[in-house]
């Protein structure tokens, strides 16, 4: 499985349309393409494990979503529940700086064109990211980082399935 995390910049728009546009790439190319609010993700190994996870859970048959960018999700944001997931990492219409996980043969060039961002791995960087809604006190702060923190999260979330 070839997998592809990288960052992006520009306006949204229209969620409607930019789901539409996602879902045609991916039936064209028998892949999978994920957005996130590039703001919450400590990390690109954050999105690295939780797509590893989620895609370990698809293939075993163990998924609790109907698409595997939505699995991706899940643990992304540490959650049982698609609603919280969305909640927590879901782009917006006013979301300027996503990360963006493609599973499959897609060039992420014809993502970015698509959609019309620009490519930007910088919104990558764990640096001084909104951690806040992993709820994370500031005693699992004082032995840990955020990222460390939330990479442990998404590995228990797996003994919850």
């Keep these: 499985m070839e997998i592809g995390i990288f960052g992006a910049r520009g306006q949204i728009g229209n969620i409607e349309n930019i789901l539409l546009t996602i879902s045609s790439l991916e039936k064209e190319h028998d892949s999978t393409v994920q957005l996130f609010r590039a703001d919450r993700i400590l990390g690109k190994e954050h999105i690295q494990t939780a797509t590893e996870l989620a895609a370990r859970s698809w293939d075993s ?26 909640d927590k990492l879901g782009i917006t219409d006013i979301t300027e700086e996503l990360a963006i996980v493609i599973i499959g043969q897609i060039n992420p060039e014809e993502v970015l064109s698509a959609l019309n961002l620009e490519r930007a791995d910088d919104v990558l960087d764990a640096e001084e990211k909104d951690h806040s809604i992993f709820q994370i006190s500031q005693e699992e702060l004082n032995f840990a980082s955020a990222s460390e923190i939330v990479l442990e999260r998404m590995a228990l979330s797996e003994l919850n399935r």
């Design 61 to 86: 048959g163990n998924a609790r979503s109907r698409t595997l960018g939505m699995e991706i999700m899940l643990y992304a944001a540490a959650e049982r529940q698609i609603s919280g997931a969305i």
